[in-house]
């Protein structure tokens, strides 16, 4: 697994519920390193071994604390980087999820090695979709709820998000876009400052 996975959890869980709780993470996992390196690749079974750690001592679901690794990823000012890349999609939400289809093919831009689930948006209507996300291990889906949320909030658009489940390595998630303008969004230039 690549390495900016892992990281994401650490920097998520220190940041979220202090370095102690990811001593005791890391201790029950049985992982050997406090830090991962964000270039590097790990075994697989290190991402996962965190991951069941993490609901343990953390006393909530796996698939909460994916979600909320998802609106980290987005919210945190610690990982400003991914938003940025996240919002060069479009300047509403609705250009955002259209853009999703494009976002393994932006990430690998930025880290050629990194791999994405695939992701599928399709548009039932004008404000409801269904986003299909393929990967080889179920999960991605409730980060991407947790990064959707986020970004709706981000672009100030007011949305309900449902994750369907996963059935063979395919994840459904329903979107319903009840505002594309229910508040005012964060600030955002496409272009850099010079400063």
């Known amino acids: 697994m690549h390495g900016l ?13 202090g370095r102690d709780s990811w001593r005791r993470i890391i201790g029950r996992a049985g992982v050997e390193q406090s830090e991962f390196e964000a270039m590097l690749t790990y075994e697989e079974a290190v991402t996962f071994d965190l991951l069941a750690a993490a609901q343990e001592v953390l006393e909530r679901p796996t698939a909460e604390i994916l979600e909320d690794i998802g609106t980290y990823l ?3 000012p610690n990982v400003e980087a991914l938003r940025r890349l996240l919002r060069f999609g479009g300047a509403t939400f609705g250009d955002f ?5 494009d976002l393994q093919a932006r990430a690998r ?6 791999e994405l689930p695939q992701l599928e948006l399709r548009e039932h209507a004008n404000d409801s979709f269904t986003l299909t996300c393929r990967f080889r291990r179920a999960g991605f889906g409730h980060v991407a709820v947790g990064l959707l949320r986020a970004m709706a909030d981000d ?3 007011l949305v309900l998000l449902d994750h369907k489940g996963a059935r063979g390595g395919v994840e459904l998630i329903g979107i319903r876009l009840l505002s594309m303008a229910h508040a005012s969004g964060r600030e955002f230039d496409l272009g850099a400052r010079a400063g």
Not at 97 to 101: A, N, Q, R, V
Not at 109 to 114: E, G, M, Q
């Open 155 to 157: 672009y100030g658009a």
């Open 74 to 76: 987005v919210s945190h």
């Open 97 to 101: 999820l259209h853009s999703l289809d």
């Open 109 to 114: 831009l930025a880290v050629s090695d990194l």
């Open 5 to 17: 996975i892992n990281r994401a959890i650490e920097r998520f869980v220190r940041d979220t519920y």
